[in-house]
Structure formats: structure tokens, C-alpha cells
């Protein structure tokens, strides 16, 4: 090898080795952290994270200027998107506790956004991994305006198959099934049974199991999806 190319080589492996050293450790602490909560069951590359500070020393303050995520699919701990898109302007966060104790605690944030994208295979794959909605092994279709979910509703030690329409809702804590009509065995349910099977579905996405506990404050359906959002007046900007 000549000169030339020794030193080139030598100063593009500087460049590196020194970039690396300067990048942030609360950035690289924080990218690895969301990587593990946010999972693309494509493939490890699918997740797409952007994290932007004023400068090197407030990020290592937890000073975070803007934070992307965005995955399609996306799993989220038990919480399942055909699409996902979160948006972070201004946190601070707890920096020992991320380096320390590999935990996100936030501090403050101005603004915690997502858009997020549901179809009845997602929903499917929710209940099927809660405590309570696992033995009903509830089958969901998604209509023009509501929800309709079959399953199996056991009473008194006996398992009966139900029928319910449902409405979609966003509330401060979350996203909620609010059920409109329900059948056990083919017969309309009282008032009570309603309300007991609501208390086991819901919430279906608890905002404190998203990044930075974003507020959805808006539910859509279109095509057979359903199209939920932190922005009221612009649903569809998930698609």
C-alpha cells in the first residue's frame, strides 16, 4: 500500500473513531432503549429514530430538542400498529436513571404526539395477550364505523360464544372499546354483562405503554383501518 492510501485510510479511521467518541451518550443510551421498546416484526431496520439536541452538552443533560420514531409495523410492548409515527418536541429527561437503571423517566416534554394505524389483525393480536382477554380468544372485524368482535364469554363455568358491536374512543388514558350491543348465545345481554366485558378488554392501548405517553385524541376508521391521533382536527395524517 503507498503513502497515499496509508494516510488516507489513517485519517478516515480518525474521523470515525472520533465522531463516535463525540456523539452523546444520553442519545446513543436513549436510541438503544427505544429500540428494545419498539420492535418492527419485519426486521431489527424497520425502526426509524432521529434524536436531536441544541448541542452535545444538553443532550447529555437530557436536554432533547425533537424526537422521531416511526415503524411499520410496530409492536410496542403489548400494543400492536400496522403503522406508527411519534413525534417528541422539547423533553428533559431523567439521565441516571437511563444510563443507571436502563429506565425512561421524563421529566417534562412540550409536546408527545403519535399517529398511529389499527387494523382488526392488530386488535386480534392485543387481546390475545391479555390476562383477562386470552381465554376468549376474541376474533375482531373492522366495519364501516365500529368494531365487531366474537369470542367466547364463560359464566358460571360455562363457555359461551358472544357477539358485540363496539365503538372506538380515545380517552385521556388511552384507546377504549365501548360496546353498543352484545349477544351471548345468541340472545341480547343485560347492562351488567356489557359492563363486566368492557372492564376485561379495556383500555386496549394504554397511553403509558407508548414512548413518552403521547394522548390520542382522535379515532377514524377508514378502509377497514382505524386511524387514531394525538391531533384532533387532522386524524387522517397517519396515512
Not at 68 to 75: V, Y
Not at 165 to 177: M, Q
Not at 221 to 235: M, Q, T, Y
Amino acid at each position: 500500500m503507498g503513502l497515499f492510501w496509508k494516510v488516507t485510510v489513517l485519517v478516515l479511521v480518525s474521523a470515525a473513531f472520533s465522531a463516535s467518541q463525540t456523539s452523546s451518550r444520553v442519545a446513543l443510551a436513549l436510541d438503544s432503549y427505544l429500540r428494545t421498546l419498539i420492535v418492527n416484526p419485519k426486521g431489527k431496520n424497520g425502526v426509524r429514530i432521529e434524536i436531536v439536541g441544541r448541542s452535545e452538552g444538553e443532550m447529555d443533560q437530557g436536554r432533547l430538542q425533537l424526537i422521531t420514531i416511526s415503524s411499520s409495523p410496530a409492536q410496542i410492548k403489548g400494543v400492536y400498529l400496522k403503522e406508527f409515527r411519534g413525534r417528541v418536541v422539547d423533553a428533559v429527561i431523567d439521565v441516571p436513571a437511563l444510563l443507571q437503571q436502563r429506565k425512561l423517566i421524563t421529566v417534562r416534554v412540550k409536546e408527545s404526539v403519535v399517529d398511529g394505524v389499527l387494523d382488526g389483525e392488530a386488535l386480534e393480536k392485543m387481546f390475545a395477550l391479555g390476562k383477562s382477554t386470552r381465554p376468549m380468544k376474541i376474533q375482531v372485524q373492522v366495519l364501516n364505523d365500529v368494531v365487531r368482535l366474537t369470542g367466547v364469554l364463560t359464566l358460571i363455568g360455562i363457555n359461551n360464544p358472544f357477539e358485540a358491536l363496539c365503538r372506538v374512543i380515545s380517552r385521556p388514558e388511552g384507546l377504549y372499546v365501548m360496546i353498543e350491543e352484545l349477544k351471548v348465545n345468541g340472545i341480547p345481554a343485560p347492562g351488567f354483562l356489557r359492563s363486566r366485558l368492557e372492564k376485561k378488554i379495556n383500555p386496549v392501548v394504554d397511553r403509558n405503554d407508548l414512548p413518552f405517553s403521547p394522548e390520542i385524541r382522535s379515532v377514524r376508521f377508514k378502509n377497514g383501518l382505524i386511524l387514531v391521533s394525538s391531533n384532533p382536527e387532522d386524524p387522517s395524517a397517519a396515512r
